[in-house]
DNA sequence: CTCCTAACTAATAATTATTGTTATTTAATA
DNA sequence: TATTAAATAACAATAATTATTAGTTAGGAG
């Protein structure tokens, strides 16, 4: 945990038990969890929390790139402390966001930067559709 | 103005001129408009034009697919009258929401299809940055 | 062509995600 | 430890979207 304080203070954040317990949770996770979900979960160990705090924090840290927001088409944006642009899956049965490490689907923009006419600063693709275990699921309630 | 008429029966809906209205301003603009943008400027012309109806005439052409939905980051999603996924350019500086059409960066996820263990419905690769009209006037803002 | 009815629309209320306000508290430094 | 600028919690406000409902209309039956 002092690394995250170190960090934050690196970023010119007062450093706060608020901050620390956000970007720690956003560190140890890989549900990119929206700001309600990050307060739902926090409010547990953290009595002193409230959702204006994560959503102000949220917005400090995206601003000095310390977290990524992620919109999935969602009502609410989702959290990534991964920094570095990925493309995501997004199940549309279950919800569920996945990281997709994968080199040749990553930095697409620079391989066609010459061919745009535009200065790309960062790119997001995401696939939609259903994941393995939805997949099962679907299986199971339709036997033929 | 037939043809929008002749398609709508064709996907079982009852055909008015409010749907009318909606699905040919998206037939005939690049814009990527917004739920709000498509009212203003329809009720110009239609003044029996409510934005509650828009927003339900958005999603039943939607869930038909008549229609994309594209979130670009933005608090409201815009609309889209090509359905077939296709690479986006955002402005993070004017707004601006760009097709791209380009062969080597449509339907990724067909190449990596095996890869994924995921079922891809459907794909978004968004570029994120500055338009060349945006990048010439900061240029000229800032001379050196 | 007129009538009928389910589907549609407009108006408006309600909801949800997010942001603004403010009085109080706290982190960081002298 | 005392000071103070910044952060927080509580709550109000806003914006986008959805739900409700009473009146209207499209389109088929007669």
Redesign the interface.
């Known amino acids: 945990m002092k690394e995250t304080a170190q960090l934050l203070r690196e970023k010119g954040l007062k450093v706060t038990p608020q901050r620390i317990a956000v970007y720690n949770m956003l560190l140890h996770t890989h549900e990119h969890p929206n700001a309600e979900t990050i307060y739902r979960t926090l409010e547990v160990t953290n009595p002193t929390m409230s959702l204006a705090t994560v959503y102000k924090t949220l917005d400090y840290f995206k601003h000095l790139g310390l977290v990524q927001?992620l919109?999935?088409?969602e009502a609410s944006?989702r959290y990534d402390a991964t920094v570095q642009c990925h493309p995501h899956?997004v199940?549309?049965s279950c919800g569920k966001v996945?990281d997709?490490y994968?080199d040749?689907?990553t930095n697409?923009?620079e391989?066609?930067a010459d061919?745009?006419?535009?200065?790309?600063?960062?790119?997001?693709?995401?696939?939609?559709?259903?994941?393995?275990e939805c997949?099962s699921k679907i299986n199971e309630d339709l036997p033929d």
Not at 115 to 132: A, K, N, P
């Open positions: 927001e919109n999935v088409g944006s899956t199940c549309t996945t997709l994968c040749a689907l697409l923009h391989k066609f061919q745009l006419d535009f200065d790309v600063t960062c790119e997001q693709l995401i696939f939609y559709g259903t994941c393995s997949r």
